[in-house]
């Protein structure tokens, strides 16, 4: 079972390399939402400043939500989920090791990115901790809870609209908990607790999600 | 019990019970409602706070109730279609998505109404008010799904997982959402614990809150009957009916 996880692991993320400029898409779309932002703004950096954690994760929530759709379509397309549904290896693992592997492509890619972006924005130095550990913990709840989504828009023409509207509402905790924390380490205050929930998200969309997704997966592919 | 169920589970049979019920349900809904609306606009004393304004609760409180047990009602037929196959299962789930939606959007319209009085404003993003926007949007959504999807069982599956996934949500997304401090008020009936609300303004509300749940009942069965109808149109019993009562219309 671990052979196969790991195979698959391998493969997207060696697929994924074979495709540079995929690759480096969600982080120049993160990039480009956020320097928005000061021109519609306006440069201050008080204001900037104020509005940097919520800005930072909207952005971060729209760049994982873009690359969502590539997590299953193009193995839908060329046949080959069909045959991971089908193989006598356990499709949760199948699929847990594709998410792991889409996050590491396009989330873990924002967290190198985000100090750059704190920059820009503003955000003080002491802040850049709670900053990535929020992304750590938060963009990997997003590609789970997306994988569910995904999943059930797979067979779907314009399924990318449709998506959006089924995964936002329900990454609206994430949203809360990530600025959250931001914003408590801006003002250096503490912010644990707001982190442990973050991790107890973590924890519970990475057991449960999985099956959701391979149900839907089953149901859509059918 | 099993198998009383697992008669009403057949669609015919189902069918011809809920036309049965759907009269009586009725009658006792307006009856209710009149009751209910009487008392509440009438009989009750103001609020020492909020004057006449509070009489909107009679609307606003049992619409927002009915918005989350429609959900869980949902999910829960989501979950016997997924189990068990039942098909009158995702019948219901998909009648309870479009009617549950309506009562959210009730309850948001009829929060707004008393909230320009009290607030000063017509929206505020509180705890309650966001996640009652929340629960519209994941019915939206899946009915959105729905719609999407032209393979009716697919949808319907679809859509069920959906629903599952949502009614976990639901708890997640409500009390992050709380995180905010909240202007509106902590919840007034609990079923543990003594109401803190007086019984002159409590029995108008049950009554309000039983005769809009009468209401939900007779919506569902009879958009269920029709979901019958048009999905078992290929039986031998619909089309006796049908051509029954096309005959009697002629």
Not at chain 1, 28 to 41: D, E, G, H
Not at chain 2, 9 to 28: C, E, N, T, V
Not at chain 2, 126 to 131: G, H, K, N, V
Not at chain 2, 196 to 216: C, K, N, R
Request: a positive charge.
């Amino acid at each position: 079972m671990m052979q196969a996880f790991l195979s698959i692991f391998k493969r997207d993320i060696l697929l994924a390399f074979r495709h540079r400029s995929e690759l480096a898409n969600p982080m120049l779309f993160f990039v480009l939402v956020i320097s928005l932002f000061p021109l519609a703004l306006g440069p201050y950096p008080e204001i900037l400043q104020q509005v940097a954690p919520g800005v930072i994760w909207v952005a971060a929530l729209l760049a994982t939500l873009l690359s969502l759709e590539r997590l299953f379509r193009e193995d839908f397309m060329d046949g080959s989920l069909e045959q991971m549904l089908l193989s006598h290896h356990s499709t949760v693992s199948l699929v847990l090791a594709k998410i792991l592997a889409h996050w590491c492509i396009t989330g873990l890619p924002l967290l190198i990115i985000a100090p750059l972006l704190a920059l820009f924005l503003g955000l003080p130095s002491f802040s850049w901790g709670g900053l990535l550990a929020s992304l750590a913990l938060g963009t990997p709840i997003l590609s789970f809870v997306g994988a569910i989504g995904v999943a059930l828009t797979l067979g779907l023409h314009r399924g990318g609209i449709l998506l959006s509207l089924l995964v936002l509402p329900l990454y609206i905790p994430v949203l809360i908990f990530g600025t959250g924390v931001v914003d408590a380490a801006r003002m250096q205050l503490p912010f644990s607790g707001q982190l442990l929930l973050l991790a107890a998200m973590l924890v519970l969309a990475m057991t449960l999600t999985p099956l959701a997704t391979v149900m839907a997966l089953r149901i859509s592919v059918a | 019990m099993w198998s009383w169920l697992t008669k009403l589970a057949s669609p015919k049979r189902f069918y011809d019970l809920a036309m049965a019920w759907i009269p009586w349900l009725l009658g006792l809904a307006i009856i209710l409602l009149i009751i209910g609306t009487y008392k509440g606009l009438v009989d009750s004393p103001p609020d020492y706070q909020q004057g006449e304004s509070v009489r909107i609760m009679y609307v606003h409180v049992p619409a927002a109730f009915l918005s989350m047990t429609i959900y869980v009602i949902m999910a829960w037929m989501a979950l016997v279609g997924l189990v068990w196959r039942v098909k009158l299962a995702y019948m219901w789930a998909k009648s309870c998505a479009s009617i549950g939606a309506v009562f959210t959007f009730l309850a948001l319209v009829t929060g707004a109404l008393w909230g320009k009085p009290m607030w000063g404003t017509w929206w505020v993003w509180d705890a309650r008010l966001t996640s009652e926007l929340i629960l519209l949007f994941l019915y939206l959504g899946g009915i959105a799904l729905r719609q999407a999807i032209d393979d009716r069982n697919t949808g319907d599956k679809a859509s069920a997982v959906l629903a599952l996934v949502g009614v976990v949500n639901i708890p997640i997304i409500h009390y992050s959402v709380q995180w905010w401090n909240t202007l509106h008020q902590g919840a007034t009936i609990s079923r543990l614990g003594k109401p803190l609300i007086d019984a002159s303004m409590l029995s108008p509300l049950l009554i309000m809150i039983v005769a809009f749940f009468l209401v939900f009942l007779v919506a569902v069965l009879m958009q269920v009957n029709n979901e019958i109808l048009e999905r078992e149109s290929h039986t031998s019993w619909v089309k006796q009916l049908l051509g029954m009562k096309l005959s009697n219309d002629r």
